[in-house]
């Protein structure tokens, strides 16, 4: 067994309304130190198989068609196990 | 003109596109199960609004693998007329079969309300009878209507006159005030605001049947011509 562990974020050129709000949020607590916010999904998929160079393949696969939408997210990842 | 309207776990809209279809156009009109695998009975698909699969993960990023979705392909393809609208447009952006996405709104507020819409192309199948620049009352209820594509699909959507619609005052964030758009070839629509809903007075406005009415206008002049030969 095998554990992915998936990092989807808005693109660095897109804005993400969200990070903003919390950036503001965060501001208006006192922390004056945060610079810009990114809200991203992590997801852990487990996956039946030991075969890290395939489980590679195939988790990049699922992140393409459907974790991420690469129009405006960014994603990477880390095989465990 | 048999038109289909499709139906996700989750739609919610799909009966105001059928009633709007039945009331507006009077043609004939079905409920379309997500699982379906055969569209080649329908001249026009309806990709209702709602929540398809409660939004998980993406709006629309689910729906898009139902198997129906397929045969939305395969029609768009043949040069069958699709509009989506909501989350219907949310999912042919996700399918691939209109660039770009919609995202988070701006104000990471859910609008819902009356917005006054700019007709930018009115050679659409879906516009024709509308006037260009004409002002539409058509209502909006999205979180998630704020669309984004790249400068350069933004600029290939404007040189082909693909923006259909843009907002007069934008509700959400939409880059260039982007309401509505279609493909390159202009059979397939996509929409955030719905005109299924300003279909009578009674309802508010009634700017929204001259989608229903161009449609079919364009159906009859391509069935009429080709029944001619």
Same mark, same amino acid.
């Given at each position: /067994?095998?554990?992915?562990?998936?990092?989807?974020?808005?693109? $660095?050129?897109? *804005?993400?309304? $969200?990070?903003?709000?919390? $950036?503001?949020?965060?501001?208006s /607590?006192?922390?004056?130190?945060?610079?810009?916010?990114?809200?991203?999904?992590? /997801?852990?998929? $487990?996956?039946?198989?030991?075969?890290r160079?395939?489980?590679?393949?195939?988790?990049?696969a /699922?992140?393409?068609?459907? *974790?991420?939408?690469?129009v405006?997210?960014?994603?990477?990842?880390?095989?465990?196990? | 003109?048999?038109?289909?309207?499709?139906?996700?776990?989750?739609?919610?809209?799909?009966?105001?596109?059928?009633?709007?279809?039945?009331?507006?156009?009077?043609e004939?009109?079905?409920?379309?199960?997500?699982?379906?695998?055969?569209?080649?009975?329908?001249?026009?698909?309806?990709?209702?609004?709602?929540?398809?699969?409660?939004d998980?993960?993406?709006?629309?990023?689910?729906?898009?693998?139902?198997?129906?979705?397929?045969?939305?392909?395969?029609?768009?393809?043949?040069?069958?007329?699709? +509009?989506?609208?909501?989350?219907?447009?949310?999912?042919?952006?996700?399918?691939?079969?209109?660039?770009?996405?919609?995202?988070?709104?701006?104000?990471?507020?859910?609008?819902?309300?009356?917005?006054?819409?700019?007709?930018?192309?009115?050679?659409?199948?879906?516009?024709?009878?509308?006037?260009?620049?004409?002002?539409?009352?058509?209502?909006?209820?999205?979180?998630?209507?704020?669309?984004?594509?790249?400068?350069?699909? +933004?600029?290939?959507?404007?040189?082909?006159?693909?923006?259909?619609?843009?907002?007069?005052?934008?509700?959400?964030?939409? +880059?260039?005030?982007?309401?509505?758009?279609?493909?390159?070839?202009?059979?397939?629509?996509?929409?955030?605001?719905?005109?299924?809903?300003?279909?009578?007075?009674?309802?508010?406005?009634?700017?929204?049947?001259?989608?229903?009415?161009s449609? +079919?206008?364009?159906?009859?002049?391509?069935?009429?011509?080709?029944?001619?030969?």
């Amino acid at each position: /067994m095998l554990k992915a562990k998936v990092y989807v974020t808005i693109k $660095q050129s897109v *804005l993400d309304p $969200q990070g903003v709000a919390v $950036q503001g949020a965060l501001h208006s /607590m006192g922390f004056h130190e945060v610079g810009s916010v990114r809200i991203g999904k992590y /997801m852990e998929l $487990q996956l039946d198989t030991e075969d890290r160079f395939e489980a590679e393949a195939r988790v990049k696969a /699922m992140c393409e068609k459907l *974790l991420a939408n690469t129009v405006v997210e960014d994603y990477r990842f880390e095989l465990e196990g | 003109m048999k038109f289909a309207v499709l139906v996700f776990p989750g739609s919610n809209c799909d009966i105001d596109c059928y009633k709007a279809v039945e009331d507006t156009l009077g043609e004939p009109v079905d409920y379309v199960w997500h699982t379906a695998t055969d569209l080649s009975a329908y001249d026009c698909i309806l990709v209702p609004g709602g929540f398809s699969y409660g939004d998980y993960l993406r709006c629309g990023a689910i729906s898009r693998f139902a198997p129906v979705m397929a045969e939305v392909a395969k029609a768009a393809e043949a040069g069958k007329f699709v +509009l989506g609208i909501c989350n219907g447009f949310q999912i042919l952006t996700e399918a691939g079969l209109l660039p770009g996405t919609l995202r988070r709104n701006m104000s990471l507020k859910f609008r819902c309300h009356d917005t006054l819409l700019r007709v930018e192309n009115n050679g659409n199948p879906f516009t024709k009878e509308y006037a260009l620049g004409e002002e539409i009352n058509i209502p909006i209820a999205h979180g998630e209507g704020n669309y984004y594509c790249d400068e350069t699909t +933004l600029a290939k959507l404007q040189a082909n006159g693909q923006i259909i619609f843009r907002y007069v005052n934008n509700p959400n964030g939409s +880059l260039d005030d982007i309401a509505g758009i279609s493909n390159e070839r202009g059979n397939v629509v996509g929409m955030m605001p719905h005109p299924e809903r300003a279909v009578s007075s009674l309802l508010g406005s009634e700017d929204g049947k001259k989608m229903f009415t161009s449609i +079919l206008k364009t159906w009859r002049d391509q069935h009429e011509s080709a029944s001619v030969r």
